[in-house]
């Protein structure tokens, strides 16, 4: 799951499949240099097929808001389709803002 301009765009983050679910596993850090590379993924992780499909983000360093906002709107456009985005070990900075903004992220569904 590269970058369409490359891999080397998307150094600091990768996104590598999941092979027991359909989903992906992220890696790095979700910010304004990854930002194309983590819409990407997500873009591919939600064009799977099934009622649920995840994001291992458990190897994530950090989420700025903007990717905050990313998932956000990635899980309540599934939502509309029925479907749902579970996150899965997310990081602290992710917790922090769905912490400090609980309405606008109400979408986002964390695993247990």
């Given at each position: 799951?590269?970058?369409?301009?490359g891999a080397?765009?998307?150094a600091p983050l990768t996104a590598r499949p999941w092979q027991d679910r359909p989903g992906a596993r992220?890696?790095?850090s979700c910010d304004l240099?990854?930002?194309?590379?983590?819409?990407a993924a997500i873009g591919v992780v939600t064009a799977m097929p099934g009622p649920v499909v995840h994001?291992?983000?458990?190897?994530?360093?950090f989420l700025d808001t903007a990717a905050v906002a990313a998932l956000v709107r990635?899980?309540?456009a599934l939502s509309g389709q029925g479907r749902r985005l579970l996150l899965h070990d997310p990081p602290y900075?992710?917790?922090?803002?769905?912490?400090?903004?609980?309405d606008?992220?109400?979408?986002?569904?964390?695993?247990?």
């Open positions: 799951m590269n970058s369409p301009s080397d765009a998307c992220l890696s790095g240099d990854t930002r194309q590379c983590l819409s994001l291992d983000l458990s190897a994530v360093v990635a899980a309540a900075s992710l917790r922090k803002v769905v912490e400090m903004f609980p606008e992220c109400a979408a986002l569904e964390v695993a247990a």
